[in-house]
């Protein structure tokens, strides 16, 4: 009888897990088939948007002598190039992983590490540029002579370099962590070590996805709070042309920050989550949702001109006056080369 019993604990043991295993196995099945074709469709999407944005800010920001002249363009400028390295250096190459499995991290344990790190720092480096261009505005817009010669082309360009400098010094630990794991069947590129995981998603979480939103915002209160307080004064004539187009930098700037905020949220939340299991939801409920805030946060990097030309007016009148002198110097050598025949 006692034999009996075990046997059936046994077996109601063994089935009782089987299906477990078998709801985790279509569970997963289910997040891949959610993740693997928004993935699929929307990230090519991105790369060749991002790709068309980044050519025509560039164009833009040094055609036009009203935007050239401005520091805050400057870090706009170097924004687009960021972008474009993120888009081509982690997008695609992440899209080529998760549709095709051409991974080289399984291959080579010097790129695995060379990858993540250079991947971490391209992601920061893009909010902070805006943080900048936000300070800049501040500066802009102060009453203080002294705050007003930093937003200065000279000044940027040394807060530029400073910036990379810095945020490849706070993750200098990424190569070190790094490993290139063999497995039986496959070969992965991660961290083993799980107090340095809970670390480097707190870093991550705080570095990239927390400080640049609430800097971008002080900022951004401020300039509003001293642009008010300047409206009150009476200035030249020159001067208030000048102030106006300040005031439609800030506005493409208070757009790129809202819709990098929004983009961010899901992100570091999830993160947080998945390190720290917060929640009592399923882990792969949250590892999906995980996933697909990644895919919202690529966004921030394939979408500066169209906000801008979206958000401002001077932005759309610009990018209009740069379209129509193009056309006008196609059409006139057109013309020349027909009076010539």
Not at 271 to 293: K, M
């Amino acid at each position: 009888m006692q034999k009996y019993v075990y046997k059936n604990v046994s077996v109601f043991l063994f089935i009782h897990c089987s299906r477990l295993l078998y709801s985790l196995y279509q569970s997963d099945i289910m997040a891949d088939s959610i993740y693997y074709p928004l993935s699929r469709y929307t990230q090519p999407i991105l790369i060749v948007l991002g790709t068309i944005g980044a050519i025509n800010n560039q164009i833009l920001f040094l055609s036009r002598r009203s935007l050239r002249v401005s520091s805050c363009s400057l870090y706009f400028r170097v924004l687009s190039i960021n972008d474009l390295f993120v888009l081509y250096f982690f997008v695609l190459q992440q899209w080529l992983i998760d549709q095709y499995g051409l991974d080289a991290d399984k291959k080579y344990e010097w790129y695995c590490k060379f990858r993540a790190f250079v991947n971490t720092v391209l992601y920061t480096i893009s909010p902070y540029l805006v943080v900048l261009a936000c300070f800049d505005r501040l500066c802009t817009s102060s009453t203080s002579a002294r705050l007003r010669r930093i937003a200065t082309i000279r000044i940027a360009s040394i807060l530029i370099p400073c910036v990379v400098i810095l945020t490849s010094i706070i993750y200098f630990h990424i190569p070190i962590w790094y490993r290139l794991i063999h497995y039986p069947t496959v070969s992965s590129c991660t961290i083993t070590d799980q107090v340095y995981i809970r670390f480097n998603a707190i870093l991550i979480s705080i570095y990239l996805a927390f400080l640049p939103p609430v800097l971008m915002i002080i900022f951004c209160c401020i300039t509003i709070v001293l642009l008010r307080q300047q409206h009150r004064r009476v200035m030249p004539t020159n001067q208030a042309r000048l102030r106006q187009r300040d005031n439609q930098l800030l506005k493409m700037l208070l757009s790129y920050v809202i819709s990098h905020v929004l983009c961010t949220i899901p992100f570091s939340t999830t993160l947080l989550i998945l390190v720290y299991q917060i929640s009592n939801t399923s882990t792969l409920i949250v590892v999906l949702l995980f996933r697909l805030s990644v895919l919202l946060f690529n966004v921030n990097f394939a979408t500066s001109f169209y906000i801008y030309t979206l958000g401002t007016p001077f932005y759309r009148h610009e990018l209009c006056c740069l379209v129509r002198e193009i056309y006008q110097r196609v059409h006139r050598k057109f013309h020349q080369n027909q009076t010539h025949i």
